[in-house]
């Protein structure tokens, strides 16, 4: 190209493109302490988010470890995430001390008996369902008294006004009825309950209907005679004790269940655990607020006649 074309060709630019051209600079880069000092404060923030989800896991990890031992989830709501990990750690290395003792207390087998009802409230019992097994009620409800023999049988204080029995055959049993229905079932704490009798580490409840031993008695095998009794309004726990004032009467065994003879008559009781949820033996019904009329006591009590 020679000049005049060179000289006719720039003259046809616009002069802002020259501006432009001669005012051009090039571009400052960034120090490159900028872009580290980002990357860092980045950093910065990973970390802790990092640090609280390791806390996390291993949490887990160590609850997940304490439950499988047998110590429900919820009894470690007391303890911090980093007594919880101490203890898994140290339980599972084989070593003991203080806190892992305390820990492992919680297991329901190293747990001290309850020796008193535990107070819940009518509106908890209306959540029991029939499907429940003895745990489901147990980690509803809480750990209670169990004045069961043989089999479970749960004794709750509801509404701090009454006492309700939850029975269970076994651990896989399943409850069988609603909370509706057991709230049909309390017994005002201060009313006396039905008869009973404990022999041989069984007990025994006085039944309604009272059939005629007169052709029975060669079927009676003796085992005894009360010795001492408990208050009406409590359950007797040890051998040969009743919540009746009948000392010195005789206890047979007659097949599956008992028969007490006091001043010369003979009275059936039956195994606890055949009673209907109403806490009382098939048949037995108390009155209203466990008030029994005159002829009632005299037809259900042995030491009222």
């Known amino acids: 190209m020679n000049a005049k074309k ?3 060709a720039m003259s046809e630019l616009d002069t802002k493109y020259v501006d432009e051209a001669l005012n051009y600079k090039k571009k400052a880069k960034k120090p490159i302490w900028v872009k580290w000092g980002a990357i860092a404060a980045c950093l910065c923030l990973m970390i802790p988010l990092t640090a609280f989800a390791v806390d996390i896991i291993q949490y887990n990890a160590a609850v997940d470890y304490l439950n499988s031992l047998g110590i429900a989830v919820e009894d470690l709501s007391d303890y911090s995430h980093k007594e919880i990990k101490e203890a ?30 535990t107070q819940v409230t009518s509106e908890q019992i209306k959540e029991l369902t029939p499907t429940m097994t003895r745990e489901d009620v147990l980690s509803l409800l809480g750990d209670t008294q169990d004045v069961g023999s043989g089999i479970y049988i749960y004794l709750y204080e509801v509404d701090q006004q009454y006492l309700l029995r939850i029975p269970f055959a076994s651990d896989e049993a399943q409850l069988g009825v609603t909370g509706e229905d057991l709230l049909k079932a309390l017994v005002p704490i201060s009313g006396d309950i039905a008869p009973m009798v404990y022999v041989n580490d069984t007990l025994y409840q006085i039944v309604d209907s009272q059939p005629n031993f007169a052709d029975e008695k060669s079927s009676f095998n003796l085992l005894g005679k009360i010795e001492n009794t408990v208050s009406s309004s409590e359950e007797p726990k040890e051998n040969f004790q009743a919540n009746d004032d009948i000392v010195g009467a005789a206890v ?3 097949g599956d269940n008992i028969v007490v003879e006091f001043e010369g008559k003979y009275w059936l009781y039956e195994h606890y655990h055949n009673t209907d949820f109403d806490g009382n033996p098939d048949g037995y019904d108390p009155l209203p ?13 042995p030491a009222a006649n």
Not at 88 to 114: V, W, Y
């Open 6 to 8: 060179f000289s006719d």
């Open 88 to 117: 898994a750690k140290t339980i599972d290395a084989g070593e003991s001390n203080p806190l892992t003792e305390e820990i492992l207390s919680l297991i329901p087998e190293n747990k001290e008996p309850l020796d008193t009802p």
């Open 289 to 301: 607020n466990n008030q029994t009329s005159g002829e009632e006591v005299s037809e259900q009590d």
């Open 252 to 254: 047979y065994q007659y």
